[in-house]
């Protein structure tokens, strides 16, 4: 996801029936994929869904260095969004687990070697570690699918290869981090150091789960830290793979540890635990708020949060309107509408505004829709069945405000969590489909009359995390991304993600930056050292 060229073309883009984690008599159900794969509106549940020869082999916490049971002995399953059925039971980490795991990382930053090491012996580490992510993309990419429900091309194509970019860009940081040499009045010499913080906290999403792991792991590692990381319920599986490959490269004992559990043991445990040193979170805003509670309520420990959006995507009169419809549709429906900065809001200019709606709902008519690895399919299923609710409540509300629905609105088949493309015009702000975070195949196209209306109404929520911009006048562009209460705003693109691009929300959409350099302030303390200079040549 490196570019949002390299995030589109996939959409319609097909794969190889060839994979090795595909069986034969699968392959040749992929070379007859008309037979089962159809536009939404016709497709029934996929009669038989393709089973990814690869082998769920890390199930277990790793602590310490080594894959272990939870403390208590339980699992818990892991489900196929696909079908509801379960792909393995993964060891259900609680507090005992996480405690067993911050004194694991406390150990390997106070005795250990890793933060003694030098950077670039560190960067060697993330190096090893990023070539070994490419070499086993195919099982990855096969993992993410089948426990997360996106298609399995973007997971192969986009997502792990910006996860191999992340850990190579945060290694070439970890030798180039230093303080100053600060001038004072008097006879002192001052300098700063910047020193690792210490034992990180991190608590990951499902929609993301290898690409927000890299975004968390990488600069925390970079500046020297030690990590305890739990991995969302619903997608561990990917995690604990990497975390293996990790070993693999070198890293010591200690210094990374990952825990499956729940939000309300595991998680909780982590943010209120008084040895560790920093937390960084990323998921809802009302989860986002207990966190910082939990933090708060503890010892105190600094928290970056990247919450919730409801973006908006303004379209100008005067914008391409063809390829405002696309790039409308991949801000909303990209990865099953489940991303935090989804252009949610589609604000289209009246003089506009029923051709869009028209060519907006073609689009999504033509949506594919079913198993996310057979071939030429744009969707796959909502998370889990909790989410798949929430998105029809949504639809719901929508009909029951007199919004217009003009295609979608139901289930694809009668198994899994797949949701037909959904569109919705006359849509107005008060609606709850204009105000909250949905997170699903639901797009909402609203009609506005000028630049300030739309300026205004676009910042008229509580959210601020991202904003797309369509408009071929460049005065427009600066005026109004300038304007915007966003910590991204996309002009004529959408979802552009780089390894050095930051990103992090205004308002209830969090605070601090992921990526980039900013990421690295998370993860350091700054400490003055003032020495008295005796007699100085000059000062």
């Known amino acids: 996801m490196a570019a949002r060229s390299r995030v589109s073309s996939l959409l319609s883009r097909s794969f190889s029936a060839s994979s090795p984690f595909l069986s034969r008599s699968q392959g040749k159900n992929l070379n007859n994929g008309s037979r089962i794969v159809r536009r939404f509106g016709t497709s029934s549940a996929a009669e038989e869904v393709i089973s990814p020869s690869v082998q769920v082999s890390y199930t277990k916490l790793l602590i310490d260095g080594n894959f272990v049971d939870a403390a208590s002995g339980k699992t818990f399953p892991t489900l196929d969004p696909r079908t509801g059925e379960v792909i393995a039971h ?12 911050v004194k694991a990382a406390r150990k390997a930053f106070d005795e250990g070697p890793w933060p003694k090491m030098t950077a670039y012996e560190r960067s060697r580490v993330m190096l090893r570690l990023a070539d070994l992510v490419e070499k086993h993309s195919e099982e990855l990419a096969a993992l993410e699918s089948w426990d997360n429900g996106k298609t399995y091309e973007q997971a192969l194509t986009a997502e792990i290869p910006m996860v191999a970019r992340l850990f190579r860009y945060y290694a070439g940081w970890a030798d180039k981090i230093h303080g100053l040499t600060v001038p004072a009045d008097g006879n002192y010499h001052v300098q700063t150091l910047h020193e690792p913080i210490g034992v990180a906290g991190q608590i990951i999403p499902w929609n993301f789960p290898l690409l927000m792991f890299a975004w968390k792991v990488g600069p925390a ?50 943010a209120s635990h008084m040895d560790v040193d920093k937390l960084a979170f990323t998921g809802s805003t009302d ?16 928290v970056t949060l990247e919450l919730g959006g409801k973006s908006p995507f303004i379209v100008f009169e005067d914008a391409d309107i063809d390829k405002a419809v696309e790039l409308a549709h991949f801000a909303l429906f990209f990865n099953q509408g489940q991303c935090c900065c989804a252009g949610s809001r589609t604000y289209v200019h ?41 998105v029809m409540k949504y639809i719901r509300s929508g009909v029951e405000s007199n919004a217009t629905l003009e295609c979608g609105g139901g289930q694809v088949g009668d198994r899994g969590y797949f949701i037909q493309p959904t569109v919705f015009s006359n849509v107005k702000d008060d609606m709850l489909i204009a105000q909250d975070e949905i997170f699903g195949p639901v797009q909402s196209i609203l009609k506005f009359s000028d630049v300030d209306e739309v300026i205004k109404r676009a910042n008229d929520t509580r959210y601020g995390l991202a904003a797309g911009v369509f408009t071929k006048s460049l005065d427009t562009a600066n005026r109004v991304s300038r304007a915007l209460k966003a910590g991204t705003v996309w002009v004529n693109c959408f979802d552009v993600f780089d390894a050095a691009i930051p990103f992090g929300g205004y308002k209830m959409s969090g605070n601090g930056r992921e990526k ?18 005796n007699n100085p040549a000059w000062i």
């Open 287 to 302: 989860t986002g708020k207990v966190i910082l509670g939990l933090a708060a309520n503890s010892n105190l420990k600094p």
């Open 90 to 101: 993964v060891a259900e980490g609680d507090a005992e687990d996480i405690n067993r795991a």
């Open 350 to 390: 009246e003089k506009v505004y029923d051709e869009f709606v028209e060519k907006a709902k073609a689009r999504a008519l033509k949506r594919v829709v079913g198993d996310p690895f057979k071939k030429g399919i744009e969707q796959g299923p909502q998370i889990d069945s909790k989410q798949f609710e929430k």
């Open 516 to 533: 980039g350099i900013y990421s690295l302030n998370n993860y350091l303390q700054v400490k003055a050292v003032v020495t008295p200079l």
């Open 221 to 270: 590692l970079a500046c020297g830290n030690t990590i305890v990381l739990k991995t969302a319920e619903q997608t561990p599986l990917t995690a604990f793979y990497v975390g293996k490959l990790f070993l693999e490269a070198g890293l010591p004992p200690g210094v990374l540890n990952i825990v499956s559990g729940f939000g309300a043991t595991a998680g909780a445990s982590l």
